[in-house]
């Protein structure tokens, strides 16, 4: 009966530490995958509201587009086909024609 006794709380306490386990994995992973991205235009004269107009870009989105005057690439949180979530949130900034901290434009060549 002893055995029973200390059994039960030992094991309640294994269930826990699992439980809290497999929630802050959970929770680490979803923070991973609501980061935001750096986005490069593939073509600045095609819709840039299409997240099949971007590719992923590694580096420093602001240092590739320094200037203000044609889109360059944008700041969005993947999808999850590799492609940036176009949030319309997102679509009213780059339609608005300024650069914002989501929106980043170059010099036109």
């Not at 509201?49 to 590719?55: A, G, I, S, V």
């Not at 360059?72 to 900034?93: F, H, R, V, W, Y």
């Amino acid at each position: 009966m002893k055995k029973v006794k200390l059994f039960v709380p030992i094991l309640g306490a294994v269930l826990g530490l699992g439980v809290y386990a497999g929630h802050a994995n959970e929770i680490s992973r979803k923070a991973t995958s609501t980061t935001e991205q750096s986005w490069e235009v593939i073509n600045p004269s095609g819709d840039l509201t299409d997240p099949n107009n971007y590719q992923p870009y590694s580096g420093d989105i602001a240092t590739l587009c320094p200037s203000d005057e044609v889109l360059c690439g944008i700041k969005a949180e993947n999808d999850g086909a590799g492609k940036p979530q176009m949030t319309n949130e997102l679509k009213s900034e780059i339609n608005s024609g300024t650069p914002t901290s989501h929106v980043f434009y170059r010099a036109e060549n």
